[in-house]
């Protein structure tokens, strides 16, 4: 005879039970049950597939279009707002990753979030400003304007002394 182990508070279902609930469950899938295709019937049926037909050719190609770009664009814009110092060579990558169908954008991504070391060892700096972000520069006040005057009122003036020397010299 089997032994059986029971846990305690599980009582064991007797075999008939077991036989009749399959057979009962066989029975139902075997009946025949009507299906339907579409919830849609005659004119409008045909309606529904003329308009899903110009979406599927239509719109869904121009949306997929759209969302490759907009995707592609990503570490460009990420590279711009983290001030990037390398943020237009991480445009040209992206540009280049939509030439070779994708393959470089993991590159320019990976680009755009690190830090660069060597820029900040190189020019003191591992942020820069780009475009909108940029500081405007600071409009010249009067005792700038009057340095510049008088700068140029130099420049002339050598200038002037330089093409007389040479006219004498005989060079000119």
């Given amino acids: 005879m089997k032994a059986i182990l029971l846990l305690p508070g599980r009582k ?17 899938l075997a009946l025949p049950m009507s299906a339907h295709a579409s919830m849609f019937k005659g004119e409008t049926l045909d309606k529904v597939a003329d308009v899903l037909t110009w979406v599927v050719l239509i719109v869904a190609p121009v949306v ?7 995707i592609h664009i990503l ?14 060579a991480i445009q040209c990558l992206c540009l280049l990753s939509l030439v070779f169908g994708g393959l470089l954008w993991p590159l320019a991504w990976l680009w755009a979030y690190t830090k660069p070391v060597l820029h900040q060892l190189a020019y003191g700096t591992d942020k820069v400003a780009h475009g909108h972000d940029a500081p405007e520069p600071k409009p010249a006040d009067k005792a700038d304007a009057t340095e510049l005057k008088q700068l140029r009122q130099r420049i002339a003036e050598l200038e002037s002394k330089l093409a007389g020397r040479t006219v004498e010299g005989g060079k000119a």
């Fill in 12 to 28: 064991r279902r007797p075999p008939s039970i077991r036989w009749l609930l399959g057979a009962l469950l066989g029975w139902v």
């Fill in 64 to 70: 997929g279009i759209a969302v490759f770009l907009l």
């Fill in 75 to 88: 570490p460009e814009k990420i590279a711009e707002k983290k001030q990037h110092p390398q943020a237009k």
